[in-house]
Structures are given as structure tokens and as C-alpha cells.
């Protein structure tokens, strides 16, 4: 029996793989203008040939972003606070999920709340009491603030995870007596692998590629980052587009690698912190 065509599926395949070219347009671009040089950039966007080819960029690139430092206080900022992240969130998560109390729902609807509240609102009262803490200038500074800013939803994706989870294996462990935390630490924790990887991709990529708390908090000499960095080569006088790029790439490497080993987990907590939540 010779299938049908369907005109609908047909069409939405299409829009989508429109949308899909259109989103990697930007990443082909500057993938290419890493290994161009400035003139090639804006001659020939969208071609590479062998003449064009260079390397150049990346070791001027290295040395203006003050690379290795720059990367090493990005990515303390980045690992410490997903720990405190996950930790506390999860914690959370459990407590609101699995406890039985008024308050916990309560405090579960005000972080809800927290996450419509715009970033850039907070922006000097956070410099200010990092100024009145003494956290300002230091690495401590930005990992509070993203810790702060980002166990809501995480608290959300934890929280939603953990109600789609069994009560039978709950019930299981207090029978065999174990304590609450024993309950979390035994049997929640080893299953909640799909939702911490969602989180590191989501709160890590924000936490990677964050500029304004890192400008705000941090002083470019002493403690650089990537994204200050790289916004070094932009300014009235010109810009250094192949650096920039070469720049982009270098600071890209590790969130793919990291996507790369924790995407078989992505879908499926994004999709059971948010639904069942």
C-alpha cells in the first residue's frame, strides 16, 4: 500500500529545519571567522578558502583574555556554585516534595515567584551589599550571587523530579529504618541523575557565560573572566572580530564538552522537573 503524503507533517518538518539553519547561521559564522583574519571576515563571511586560513587569532586571542586566568576564575565560579546549587536544591527539593508541612508550599510558591523577577532589577542592590559584605573583588562575590539567583529553579526542577518519584520506595526505606536524610541520601540521590544534569547544563551555561555580575563584582585585572574578557576586543576605535571569535570558540569548548557528556540526561529531567512539578 503506497503511503500517503502528508502535506502537514511535511510542512511543519520544513519550518523547522528553516528555524534550524537560521539558529546555526551565527555559530557558522563566527566558527569560520575564528580561522580568518579581520579583512577576510568582512570580504568573504560566509566562505573559507586555503588563502584565508589562519591560525593566528587563537594565541592573540590567549594572551588579551588572559586566557588561562581568565578560564581557571571562571571556572571555580562555575563548579562551586553548581555544587551549593545542587546540594541546597535538592535538599529542598526533597524537603518540599516529600515533607508534609504548610510552609514548605509556601516557600515553594515564592521561589516559583523569585524566577519572573529580572536580573538586571537586582543588579545594584546586589553590588552594594557585596560592597557592605566584603565580598566585592572576590571570587566569593559572584558564586553567593549566582547561588542565589539560580537555586529557585533548580529548587523547581529538584521539587517537580522528585513528586514523580515512587512513595512504595519511600515507604520501603522508613520501614527498614532509615532516618529522612537517610531516605535522601540512599534512595532519592542515586536517582536523580537526569535532573542534576539538567540543571548543570542550564545553570552552568547561565553561570559560564555570565558577564554583567562578573563586571559588576570582579576587577578586570585582578580577577578576569572569559566574558569580560572577550568583550575587550569591541570598542568605539574598531573591532577584532577574528580574536573575538577565536575568543568565543576558546570560551565555548568546555559547555560543549560538558553538553556532550550529560545530554542523554537532558531531556528527560527538564521534562519530569517541569511537568510533573
Known amino acids: 500500500m503506497k503511503k500517503r503524503f502528508d502535506v502537514k507533517k511535511f510542512a511543519e518538518e520544513l519550518i523547522l529545519l528553516v528555524a534550524t539553519v537560521f539558529m546555526l547561521a551565527p555559530i557558522y559564522y563566527f566558527a569560520l571567522g575564528a580561522f580568518k583574519t579581520r579583512k577576510s571576515i568582512i570580504k568573504h563571511p560566509l566562505i573559507i578558502t586555503k588563502e584565508m586560513f589562519t591560525l593566528g587569532n587563537f594565541p592573540r586571542a590567549i594572551k588579551a583574555m588572559k586566557y588561562w586566568k581568565a578560564i581557571r576564575n571562571t571556572g571555580s565560579i562555575t563548579v562551586i556554585s553548581l555544587i551549593l546549587i545542587i546540594f541546597c536544591a535538592s535538599l529542598a527539593g526533597f524537603a518540599i516534595a516529600r515533607v508534609r508541612f504548610r510552609l514548605f508550599e509556601l516557600y515553594y510558591s515564592l521561589l516559583v515567584t523569585c524566577m ?102 570582579l576587577s578586570v585585572t585582578d580577577y578576569p573572566t572569559l566574558m569580560v574578557g572577550m568583550n575587550g576586543f569591541f570598542s ?42
Request: net charge neutral; hydrophobic share 50%; with cysteine.
Open 116 to 217: 519572573v523577577v529580572p536580573f538586571v532589577a537586582c543588579v545594584i542592590p546586589l553590588v552594594v551589599q557585596a560592597v557592605n559584605l566584603g565580598t566585592h573583588n572576590s571570587l566569593l562575590g559572584p558564586i553567593l550571587i549566582q547561588v542565589g539567583w539560580n537555586i529557585p529553579f533548580a529548587t523547581f526542577l529538584f521539587t517537580g523530579f522528585m513528586r514523580g518519584i515512587s512513595r512504595d520506595l519511600e515507604d520501603a526505606a522508613y520501614i527498614d529504618g532509615c532516618s529522612t536524610f537517610g531516605v535522601y541520601s540512599r534512595i532519592f540521590l542515586p536517582l536523580l541523575a537526569p535532573v542534576t544534569a539538567s540543571c548543570c547544563i542550564v545553570s552552568g551555561i547561565g553561570i559560564w557565560n555570565d558577564y554583567l555580575v562578573s563586571l559588576s563584582i
Open 236 to 277: 568605539e576605535k574598531g573591532n577584532e572580530l577574528g580574536y573575538a571569535f577565536a575568543g568565543i570558540l576558546l570560551a565555548s569548548i568546555p559547555m560543549i564538552i560538558l553538553f556532550l557528556f550529560l545530554q542523554k540526561y537532558f531531556i528527560k529531567g527538564i521534562a519530569a522537573g517541569s511537568v510533573k512539578g
